[in-house]
């Protein structure tokens, strides 16, 4: 195990301040708590360097590797505020295990489960007082790895490397009147991932690559971008950074989720709904569901609902589809009661209102 030197904030936000972030965030991601975890590695030392310390800027040189070659991970998970105050995370060891696939895919080291959990655990106790109260409000969680060897040129992997935790309060994403229908753009002009590549890491290049075809979405009129497979350009993958779920209804539904590919990435929530629907006694498959698919299935009323899925919005209900050839509407538009009963089960396990029979919430403090 990494010992954490503890190096406590002495300009801490007053109460009184943090009181009025936490009523109302400012945004996703736009403030953030008042300390943070590093941990430094090289091929001599290995892990080292573990700190628990004042949020503050890093020191890099111009020559940086991970300005130049990219080598750059990260993972977003949460922390809740439950009934009674004690402070939860959700499934941190599943978060671990995918930083380290992402850490392989990109050759960084990887990082003790322990040692990942362990500094969330650190960060979250020492900010507690930043894990805001309510229903949909929580503490996101980024923890991230960057190259940190100067120079250029290289033809190996860096030889030293950061790892880092920050935290900022959030409210609900959709805010308090709960998830709302989506439009999306199916992109047909690029491409988000290929098996073989890197499209099932958490890896920074992937979202940069993204964004052009996310302000494509946003020039029709579209909140988010649904990526397609990059052999065919015919087969469903993911929207935007999350994953989907193809809703059919009936006495027990049925869901559908792309299967994982090489090129999806493996979404903790996407995995927890899997089980979740089951256990909530409905038929919950990966498989293929084609861009034609979808729109017939639709046009049948077979397609009840479409959502998709991940840590930040928790649940995004697909409510209208666009692309060059034309659109459609799912169901009639809205949130439907699959979607809404998923969403609000995932977060009664997460708030600890409901019974947790996975074991999914480990408890911080």
């Known amino acids: 195990m990494v010992a954490f030197e503890v190096a406590v904030n002495a300009r801490r936000l007053p109460d009184a301040e943090r009181a009025a972030v936490l009523t109302s965030p400012p945004g996703f991601g736009q403030v953030f708590t008042d300390h943070m975890v590093t941990l430094r590695w090289s091929r001599e030392r290995g892990w080292h360097d573990g700190r628990l310390e004042p949020y ?56 003790p489960v ?18 805001p109260e309510g229903w949909g409000r929580s503490l996101y969680l980024r923890p991230f790895m960057i190259a940190t060897q100067p120079g250029l040129g290289f033809t190996q992997p860096s030889s030293d490397y950061l790892f880092c935790v920050i935290a900022s309060p959030v409210a609900p994403y959709f805010g308090p009147a709960g998830p709302r229908a989506l439009t999306v753009w199916l992109c047909a002009d690029y491409v988000r991932a290929a098996p073989g590549g890197t499209g099932a890491a958490k890896a920074a290049g992937n979202y940069a690559a993204a964004f052009v075809a996310s302000r494509q979405a946003a020039d029709e009129g579209c909140d988010q971008v649904v990526w397609l497979d990059a052999a065919e350009h015919a087969w469903v993958e993911e929207m935007g950074g999350m994953n989907l779920f193809f809703v059919y209804g009936g006495e027990r539904p049925r869901l559908v989720t792309p299967a994982l590919t090489g090129a999806l990435l493996p979404g903790v929530t996407r995995d927890s709904l899997l089980t979740l629907a089951r256990g909530l006694g409905m038929t919950a498959e990966e498989g293929r569901v084609s861009a034609d698919q979808w729109r017939a299935d639709c046009a049948s009323g077979a397609l009840t609902e479409v959502f998709a899925c991940g840590t930040a919005a928790v649940v995004a209900p697909v409510g209208e589809v666009r692309g060059r050839t034309g659109g459609w509407r799912v169901g009639d538009g809205r949130p439907g009661p699959v979607t809404r009963r998923l969403h609000h089960a995932l977060l009664s396990i997460q708030y600890g209102r409901k019974p947790d029979p996975f074991d999914w919430v480990h408890k911080v403090c």
């Open 114 to 131: 322990d040692t990942f959990v362990e500094a969330i655990e650190s960060l979250v106790a020492r900010d507690r007082d930043w894990v």
């Open 56 to 111: 503050g800027p890093f020191t890099l040189a111009p020559a940086t590797s991970v300005f130049h070659y990219g080598q750059a991970i990260f993972e977003g998970m949460k922390a809740y505020r439950q009934d009674g105050g004690s402070i939860a995370l959700f499934r941190p060891g599943a978060n671990a295990e995918r930083f380290n696939r992402s850490a392989r895919r990109l050759a960084m080291p990887e990082l």
